[in-house]
């Protein structure tokens, strides 16, 4: 059975910096898109970003976190990880990982998440000014 379950949420200044883990279970690195995804309070959740098995289409950021934020995979863990730094306030919410098991491209599912296979129980960041 597939899950996945992202930690490493906290409090942190502004500034700061933050990593999240995304572990996946029962499913093997060969064709996926595993994603960050994160709804702050009153507003829709949008994706932050995605990493694939897809050659030509790995990675996708958001324009918001474009140059802040770094997302790699440790296969040995079966894990991808997001580095988040320059952290902003408009950067709280609750941050979700998903996977899809797909041979398409990581902006793809960033953008049309509604499709992800599974979801973890999300992680809050809370960023103080």
């Known amino acids: 059975l597939m899950s996945a379950a992202g930690v490493g949420g906290g409090l942190v200044q502004t500034g700061g910096s933050l990593i999240l883990s995304c572990e996946v279970s029962g499913f093997t690195f060969d064709n996926y898109v595993i994603g960050w995804f994160r709804q702050a309070p009153g507003q829709e959740r949008e994706g932050v970003s995605c990493?694939?098995?897809?050659?030509?289409?790995?990675?996708w950021y958001s324009d918001s976190v474009k140059g802040r934020f770094t997302i790699s995979s440790s296969g040995a863990r079966n894990a991808v990880n997001l580095r988040m730094n320059s952290l902003k306030p408009d950067d709280t919410a609750i941050y979700y990982c998903?996977?899809?098991?797909?041979?398409?491209?990581?902006?793809?599912?960033?953008?049309?998440?509604?499709?992800?296979?599974?979801w973890g129980k999300g992680t809050l960041v809370t960023v103080s000014s």
């Open positions: 998903a996977v899809k098991t797909t041979i398409y491209s990581a902006k793809y599912y960033c953008s049309h998440f509604s499709v992800m296979d599974h």
């Open positions: 990493f694939g098995s897809n050659r030509i289409d790995k990675t």
